[in-house]
């Protein structure tokens, strides 16, 4: 499928090998959730924290313009986007430096996304691999069968989540279930250590803090543990592992706890500890689909870019207009009957406003989850040699990908 899609990752473990895996990876994320997309990836070998503002502006400026001299970037061939090490800073960089080559582009705004919303990018683009995870757990648990099998029950609410990672997905992530679901987030782990409150953690407090400070350690919102990856292995209901690779091995799988695993991060646990997990019965919701939020949205990004306008300018106001006649008849009657019916002002408040981009944004990005996770779960229950959602997963995503090459006649 083309164009390709996958992020551009700035770190010193980068190379060759993992820029394929993980485009690999991107091939069939894309399949699973039906964006039209191949996968790519890319990356450079660098620690942008070595680096000033304006170095890793020339260094991204020049890492473009070869992409662009090479026809390897272009809203119809590869668009790329954040990933570990880049942000929306760095995208705007892109997108720039290839208008400036392709003058005539009118498109040219499509070559990346992630992009800032001041540089053609979106409502929603930031938070939404986060929100995402927030999605796929929301779905996971509207399947009683589902949840019975990770040994949980009920809903999110009350349930006690650990994080590894407070990056942009991680942070995101625990912060919408804390704060819309009733989740606890009692621990989060990070590169100097983790912090633990068993009654659940402020997640603005702590990421305030990890801003100022680098680091969770003397944070005041919780007690602070120096070795950080034990906490991988306390008893919880729901581990978010949002950061590394491989952070799940096979010199800790055996004592990891926690009954339902959901793969913010690519590839945190290995194949061996994939193997000993399953065979334990832990559930895993597996990062192919989990964190697909972000690719979702640049898909919308896309489409905002190519068709030039924001989502919701034109039909905001029809929809706000049509509910205004709805309640104002609704009162009428009310008065016309002697009845006494009385509209709620909140009511009227959240009825009567129309769809922002935000609000098409998050609607977009909730259908994708709940359709791709009963599309994997059709798979999962229908077929006994199917032994897990990663399985199913692969299986709808590779029968797609085979799909589009029979379809090119390949």
């Known amino acids: 499928m083309e164009p390709v899609k996958g992020g551009i990752r700035f770190a010193p473990s980068v190379n060759q090998d993992e820029v394929e895996a993980l485009a690999a990876l991107m091939t069939f994320k894309c399949a699973l959730v039906e964006t039209p997309f191949g996968g790519s990836k890319g ?32 809203p119809s061939q590869n668009v790329p986007a954040p990933d570990m090490g880049t942000g929306e800073r760095e995208m705007a960089w892109i997108a720039d430096q290839y208008a400036r080559m392709n003058t005539t582009d009118i498109n040219s705004r499509a070559c990346v996304t992630g992009k800032p919303l001041n540089a053609g990018g979106i409502a929603g683009r930031v938070e939404a691999t986060g929100r995402g995870v927030q999605y796929a757990l929301q779905e996971f648990f509207r399947h009683p069968e589902d949840v019975k099998k990770a040994g949980l029950e009920g809903t999110l609410d009350g349930k006690v989540i650990i994080v590894q990672g407070l990056g942009n997905v991680g942070y995101h992530a625990a912060k919408f279930l804390s704060e819309e679901d009733g989740a606890k987030i009692t621990a989060i782990i990070e590169r100097d250590g983790a912090l633990v409150n068993k009654d659940g953690l402020n997640i603005d407090g702590v990421r305030d803090w990890i801003a100022q400070h680098g680091g969770v350690k003397g944070c005041p919102d919780g007690t602070y543990v120096e070795d950080g990856s034990a906490l991988l292995e306390e008893p919880c209901d729901v581990l978010i592992p949002a950061a590394l690779e491989g952070v799940i091995n096979l010199e800790n799988a055996e004592r990891v706890k926690a009954k339902l695993i959901i793969e913010a991060a690519n590839g945190p646990i290995t194949a061996g500890a994939d193997e000993i997990l399953n065979k334990r019965g832990t559930v895993i919701i597996p990062d192919l689909y989990a964190n697909a939020g972000g690719v979702t949205v640049s898909y919308f990004e896309w489409v905002k870019n190519l068709s030039h306008i924001r989502f919701g300018r034109m039909e905001k106001r029809q929809e706000e207009a049509q509910h205004m006649m709805l309640v104002t008849e609704l009162e009428r009657l009310s008065a016309d009957k002697g009845l006494g019916w009385e509209l709620s002002e909140n009511f009227k408040k959240k009825y009567l406003e129309g769809a922002g981009e935000l609000q098409l944004v998050r609607s977009g990005l909730d259908d994708t989850m709940r359709t791709s996770y009963q599309d994997m779960r059709e798979v999962w229950h229908s077929n006994d040699k199917v032994e897990n959602l990663r399985i199913a997963a692969y299986l709808v995503s590779i029968g797609r990908v085979a799909a589009s090459y029979r379809a090119k006649g390949l």
């Open 43 to 74: 990356g450079l070998s660098i620690d942008p924290r070595d680096w000033d503002e304006h170095e890793l502006e020339q260094i991204t400026r020049r890492f473009a313009y070869e992409l662009a001299k090479r026809d390897l970037i272009h």
